[in-house]
């Protein structure tokens, strides 16, 4: 089975600061991709950046980076800069190839970026 | 390209009644996913479908759950005799066929649903 697993429910970080939300996962399938997605309040659910597992090099879309550690199994994301616009909730998702490619979800972490 | 749309963004209605809910994807995205969210969770997989196909379904889509995408373009899902316990959020996505990019799904802003 595939799971993913969030262990912060809540985080918070002064504007500006940087922040590193945590997220480990499962996964016994060789292709698979990660992702963070950001849903802010009462609006939809974006995606934040992307990795795919064949690759070592860490995805980066400018403020935010990841640090994927494949054998770990862990795949955090930083978020540098934090700015007010970043409060959300923020989900790691894993994607394992096949036919379907349907997202597992984390339970989430909520981010506050405190002015 | 507007993005992917759902209606309605909420729904209000009592034990029993039957809903039904629409996604229009984002043009050319021939994958689609249908979610539920309920509230501290992660979305949890529903259904997917490729063109008008519907290749695969959740054990957490029952017997009074139905989805089609008839023409391939917008969906439907639609609950028979709703519970409380079916109060959600739905959420739908679309992914593009044939880029490097097929795998990350966007998604639509969702639809509240409010099973009294």
């Known amino acids: 089975a595939q799971t993913v697993t969030q262990s912060q429910p809540e985080m918070s970080v002064q504007e500006a600061e940087t922040v590193t939300l945590s997220c480990t996962y499962d996964?016994?399938?060789?292709?698979?991709?990660l992702f963070w997605y950001k849903q802010p309040p009462s609006r939809q659910m974006i995606l934040v950046i992307r990795?795919?597992?064949?690759?070592?090099q860490n995805a980066t879309e400018n403020r935010f980076s990841v640090n994927f550690q494949k054998a770990a199994k862990s795949f955090s994301l930083k978020i540098s800069d934090s700015q007010l616009g970043d409060t959300a909730m923020y989900f790691c998702?894993?994607?394992?190839?096949?036919?379907?490619?349907?997202?597992?979800f984390g339970t989430g972490t909520l981010l506050a970026v405190q002015p | 390209d507007t993005g992917v749309s759902q209606d309605p963004r909420h729904k209000i209605t009592k034990r029993g009644q039957n809903v039904t809910f629409r996604c229009d994807p984002i043009?050319?995205?021939?994958?689609l996913y249908w979610y539920r969210q309920t509230l501290g969770q992660g979305p949890e997989f529903l259904t997917y479908?490729?063109?008008?196909?519907?290749?695969?379904k959740s054990r957490l889509l029952s017997d009074r759950f139905s989805a089609e995408r008839p023409k391939g373009s917008f969906s439907t899902l639609e609950i028979q005799r709703t519970e409380q316990g079916d109060s959600a959020m739905y959420l739908c996505?679309?992914?593009?066929?044939?880029?490097?990019?097929?795998?990350?799904?966007?998604f639509g802003p969702g639809t509240r649903l409010t099973v009294l």
């Open positions: 998702a894993l994607a394992y190839g096949g036919a379907t490619n349907k997202l597992i």
């Open positions: 043009s050319e995205h021939n994958r």
């Open positions: 479908f490729q063109n008008e196909a519907q290749l695969e």
């Open positions: 996505a679309s992914s593009p066929p044939g880029t490097s990019h097929t795998d990350t799904q966007y």
């Open positions: 996964t016994s399938e060789s292709n698979y991709y």
């Open positions: 990795q795919e597992a064949y690759k070592q």
